[in-house]
């Protein structure tokens, strides 16, 4: 199993930046990419970015490309997500998630971190 917490959301003005961390525990070794999911209200939840655990290959929405940049900390077990240029159609809840293998579902999510942008 991999546990997963989410941390660093908040209220930010727009054009602002926010930096959001994913801590892994558990059978991190299994771990074959994370990712960052964003839920907005009345939305789907939607992907925002992902990131290879060994290698850091990146892949990002295009919505979001440009403005977000994820990265990892292995020594850490961390997962983030830096956010720049915060519109409010950004307003979401922050989901990290992690998966196995090229393939597989997300099995492992975290909780869930708030991103609010006011205009």
């Known amino acids: 199993q991999v546990q997963l917490v989410e941390s660093g959301g908040g209220l930010v003005q727009a054009g602002g930046s926010l930096r959001l961390s994913c801590a892994a525990s558990?059978?991190?070794?299994?771990?074959?990419?994370m990712a960052w999911f964003r839920q907005g209200p009345g939305k789907e939840r939607e992907f925002v970015a992902s990131?290879?655990?060994?290698?850091?290959?990146?892949i990002y929405a295009g919505s979001v490309k440009g403005r977000f940049t994820i990265s990892r900390d292995n020594a850490k077990n961390t997962v983030y997500l830096q956010m720049n240029s915060l519109n409010p159609e950004d307003t979401a809840v922050y989901f990290c998630?992690?998966?196995?293998?090229?393939?597989?579902?997300?099995?492992?999510w975290g909780q869930g971190t708030q991103v609010t942008v006011s205009s």
């Open positions: 558990g059978r991190t070794f299994s771990i074959y990419d």
């Open positions: 998630a992690a998966r196995r293998g090229i393939g597989l579902g997300y099995a492992y």
């Open positions: 990131i290879r655990w060994s290698a850091g290959n990146t």
